[in-house]
């Protein structure tokens, strides 16, 4: 069965720490993946998405995830963490070539101090 | 704002009674979707259209729970005869065929 797993539920930084959340996917085919975010109050929101090609991905606000296909994972980073990171961050998959329906990680919530 | 619109953002029911969400996604995406999310846990997958076609409907959707999208626009989610454990988020979300969902706010269910 496909899932997507997530090692971390809760994360306590403080400001300026180094972030690394783990995911590890299980599927049976081609997959592209994501990592969602949703701020206290707001809509899920996209950080960044791996599709092909370069296993290293950039997103937005500072965070990239390293696509390592032996492992089946896509770990997301962050070197230096602010405040306004705080938040809960899911992973996601979705069957490559499909209609793009995603399976979601439990998420990690993430709180940052400053 | 041209984002995934639901309503109503907070639905509060007595058990037994139906309930209607309504998403309207972003008027040039031809693909939706509705997940379910409890505390704790992340969106759960119930059923995608593409156009006005369902063309997938999860176990978790019970025969008291249907989805339409008339004409391929927005789409409506009604639960018959709620339940307690029905309560959650409800989400909707739309996309075009590249791959990225849009998601909008929610609609949080309270069933008493």
């Known amino acids: 069965a496909q899932s997507v797993s997530q090692h971390n539920h809760h994360v306590i930084l403080s400001e300026a720490a180094s972030l690394e959340l783990g995911c590890n996917y299980s599927?049976?085919?081609?997959?592209?993946l994501f990592w969602y975010v949703q701020y206290p109050g707001q809509h899920l929101q996209l950080l960044l998405k791996y599709f092909s090609g370069d296993p290293l991905v950039k997103g937005i606000k500072g965070f990239e995830a390293e696509f390592i296909k032996s492992k089946f994972s896509f770990n997301l980073r962050k070197p230096s963490v602010q405040w306004s990171d705080t938040a809960e961050y899911f992973c996601a998959a979705s069957l490559s070539g499909g209609y793009n329906k995603l399976i979601f990680g439990a998420g990690t919530r993430l709180a940052v101090h400053p | 704002d041209t984002g995934v619109s639901q309503n109503p953002r907070h639905k509060i029911t007595k058990r037994g009674q139906n309930v209607t969400f309504r998403c309207d996604p972003i008027s040039e995406h031809n693909r939706l979707y509705w997940y379910r999310q409890t505390l704790g846990q992340g969106p759960e997958f119930l059923t995608y259209?593409?156009?006005?076609?369902?063309?997938?409907k999860s176990r978790l959707l019970s025969d008291r729970f249907s989805a339409e999208r008339p004409k391929g626009s927005f789409s409506t989610l009604e639960i018959q005869r709620t339940e307690q454990g029905d309560s959650a988020m409800y989400l909707c979300?739309?996309?075009?065929?590249?791959?990225?969902?849009?998601f909008g706010e929610g609609s949080r269910l309270t069933v008493l």
């Open positions: 979300a739309s996309s075009l065929e590249t791959g990225e969902l849009f």
């Open positions: 259209f593409q156009n006005e076609a369902q063309l997938e």
């Open positions: 599927y049976g085919g081609t997959v592209n």
